[in-house]
C-alpha cells in the first residue's frame, strides 16, 4: 500500500516561531487532509487539499500532487499549537480511495 | 453543528471480556469509518459503512472485531475475548457521501486491556 513519511518527527519551537512539516507519499493520491491531534487527543481538521495552496490564519499548506508531498506551514507558532501534526491521503485506484492513510506524524512543541 | 461523538471516552477492562464503543456521527453524514490508534501512531483504518452496511471491513484484525450501524447512523464496534493487544484509542469518523469526501473524526475511546 501507499507509504506516507512525515518530517521531522518532532519540533521544539519558541513561541513567535516559523515552521514548516513535510509529508511525502509513495503513489498518486486523491486528496489529501491535514490534521491537529491536541493533547487531549482530539483530531482537528485543518486542511482538506488535493492541489495548490490554502491558506488559514496563521497556518497555510500546499500540496504538490504530481512530485507527491505537502508542506505545512505554521506562522507565529503559540504554545496552543502543541500536538501532534498528521497528514493523511486518500491514495487512487485500488477500490479503497475512501481508506485515509496516515503518516506518523510530527510532534511540535512550542514553549513559551 | 455538532461534531462526531464517541463514548465512552475511557473503558479499562480485564482480558477475555467482552466491550462495546459507540460512535454517533455528524448528523445527515451516510459514511462512517472506524480507525485504530496506537501509541506514537497515526491512525489505522478498521471499517468503513456506507448507510447501513459495512462496504469495506478489510482492517479489523480478526473475528473477534465486529461492528454494526443497524439505522444507518450510531454504530458500535465490538470486541469480543479483549487481549492485551487491544489496548490502543479507537477512533470515529464521518463524512458526508463516503468517496473522497472530507472526514472528521470524533474525540475516541481509550481502551486499556489489563
Known amino acids: 500500500g501507499i507509504q506516507v513519511e512525515q518530517s521531522p518527527p518532532d519540533l521544539i519551537l519558541q513561541e513567535g516561531a516559523n515552521s514548516t512539516l513535510r509529508c511525502n507519499f509513495s503513489d498518486s493520491v486523491n486528496n489529501l487532509q491535514w490534521f491537529h491531534q491536541n493533547p487531549w487527543g482530539q483530531l482537528i481538521n485543518l486542511f482538506y487539499i488535493p492541489s495548490g495552496t490554502k491558506q488559514n490564519g496563521r497556518l497555510s499548506a500546499t500540496t504538490v500532487a504530481t512530485e507527491r508531498y505537502s508542506l505545512l506551514y505554521i506562522s507565529s507558532s503559540q504554545t496552543t499549537d502543541s500536538g501532534v501534526y498528521f497528514c493523511?491521503?486518500?491514495?487512487?485506484?485500488?477500490?479503497?480511495?475512501?481508506?485515509?492513510?496516515f503518516g506518523k506524524g510530527t510532534l511540535l512543541t512550542v514553549n513559551p | 453543528g455538532a461534531g462526531v461523538s464517541q463514548t465512552p471516552s475511557n473503558k479499562v477492562t480485564e482480558k477475555g471480556k467482552y466491550v462495546e464503543l459507540r460512535c454517533d456521527p455528524i448528523?445527515?453524514?451516510?459514511?462512517l469509518y472506524w480507525y485504530r490508534q496506537s501509541l506514537g501512531q497515526g491512525p489505522e483504518f478498521l471499517i468503513y459503512f456506507q448507510g447501513t452496511g459495512a462496504a469495506d471491513d478489510s482492517g479489523l484484525p480478526n473475528d473477534r472485531f465486529f461492528a454494526v450501524r443497524p439505522e444507518g447512523s450510531v454504530s458500535t464496534l465490538k470486541i469480543q475475548r479483549t487481549e492485551r493487544g487491544d489496548s490502543a484509542v479507537y477512533l470515529c469518523a464521518s463524512s458526508l457521501n463516503g468517496g473522497l469526501n472530507e472526514q472528521f473524526f470524533g474525540p475516541g475511546t481509550r481502551l486499556t486491556v489489563l
Open positions: 448528523s445527515g453524514h451516510t459514511a
Open positions: 493523511a491521503v486518500f491514495p487512487r485506484g485500488g477500490g479503497s480511495n475512501y481508506k485515509l492513510t
